[in-house]
Structure formats: structure tokens, C-alpha cells
């Protein structure tokens, strides 16, 4: 008997492309990024508007740190048609000070590794 060649459905699946020209609508983008935002439970979206025009999306409004700017602009990158983000929002808790640089030497004399010569 003959060899049998089995055939996966996945194998026949056409790719799905958007044909060429093809633009997201804003509102689509805007309606889809709005609830990737309420469904990452990590993240107060509350103050943050989104305005999408020509698949530019700008944020504003204001988050509670840092984080949560870079976790907004995250989302609004993955959403599919987003050919620009404009990140404008702001944090209520202030950016954390640097630390305040060590003098030479210092990290020999806490127990780790130097790196003096």
C-alpha cells in the first residue's frame, strides 16, 4: 500500500493580509486600545484619553507613575493599524530622584567587586 500524506488544516489557511492602501479605521483603533487599557488590571486608566486621527494615536491625561506612561504607550504600539504614538501623559507621583553618586572607591569598601586599578 501506498504511503498516505497527511494534510494539517492549518496548512491550507491563506495568510491574511489587509490589501494594499488598507487603513485601519480610527475609530476601530481607538475603540480597541481604550479596552486593552481597562482590561490590564496593572493599570489606572482612567485619566488617559486617546485620540486617534490617520492611525496617529495620542495619549494624554495622567497616570500615577512613569510605569504606567510606558505600560499606556505598550499597548497603543501592539494595536494593530497604530503607525505613530504620541505619549503625553503625565504622572502624579514624581519621577524617583537618582541616586546620589558614590565616591571612588566605594564600591570596594561595601563588599563588592572593584573595578579600580
Do not use: F
Not at 492549518?10 to 486600545?33: K, M
Not at 495619549?59 to 497604530?82: F, I, N, P, Q
Not at 524617583?96 to 571612588?104: K, L
Amino acid at each position: 500500500m501506498g504511503q498516505i500524506n497527511r494534510v494539517e488544516p492549518e496548512d491550507h489557511l491563506p495568510e491574511v493580509r489587509e490589501p494594499a492602501g488598507y487603513r485601519h479605521p480610527d475609530t476601530d483603533i481607538a475603540s480597541e486600545l481604550r479596552e486593552c487599557l481597562a482590561d490590564d488590571v496593572g493599570l489606572d486608566s482612567r485619566g488617559i484619553e486617546v485620540e486617534v486621527k490617520d492611525g496617529e494615536v495620542t495619549l494624554s491625561g495622567t497616570v500615577r507613575h512613569c510605569a504606567d506612561m510606558k505600560r499606556a504607550e505598550a499597548h497603543a504600539c501592539a494595536v494593530r493599524g497604530v503607525v505613530l504614538v504620541r505619549n503625553g501623559l503625565q504622572p502624579k507621583e514624581p519621577s524617583p530622584s537618582p541616586a546620589p553618586e558614590q565616591p571612588a572607591g566605594a564600591a570596594a569598601k561595601m563588599g563588592k567587586p572593584g573595578y579600580e586599578h
